[in-house]
């Protein structure tokens, strides 16, 4: 698959913490247990980002040792559906917020109806 836009898996890197770093304080201080990365591809067509692991709103008393949730932002799929820099950056900080607002509990559905699809 070739990028619409070039981008460096560094600069990526980049805008991706740039994006966490525009979610507020009162929020982050609440993401427990996860880590976030770049992934070259997805392991399916069309998707930008994952969440995989146990949101905060279903960890009980039994939740501790497990290993961290995961967070994949997929470099490569992202600059495929942007035609500019601009959209990149765009478009990371829309999936960044979707995949932590996973962490936190909040399925598609209502991340849609929030405009965060």
Do not use: K
Request: proline fraction near 6%; charged fraction near 25%; charge should be negative.
């Amino acid at each position: 698959m070739r990028c619409v836009v070039e981008l460096t898996r560094a600069r990526f890197e980049e805008l991706v913490a740039d994006a966490l770093d525009t979610i507020p304080e009162n929020l982050t201080g609440y993401i427990d247990n996860v880590v976030i990365t770049v992934a070259e591809d997805p392991p399916e067509p069309g998707l930008l980002g994952l969440y995989e692991g146990v949101p905060l709103t279903e960890r009980g008393d039994a939740y501790f040792g497990v290993l961290p949730d995961r967070i994949s932002i997929y470099w490569r799929e992202i600059c495929t559906v942007c035609s500019t820099p601009e959209e990149v950056v765009e478009e990371v900080r829309i999936t960044v917020v979707h995949e932590i607002a996973h962490h936190f509990g909040i399925d598609d559905d209502r991340l849609h109806e929030l405009g965060w699809g």
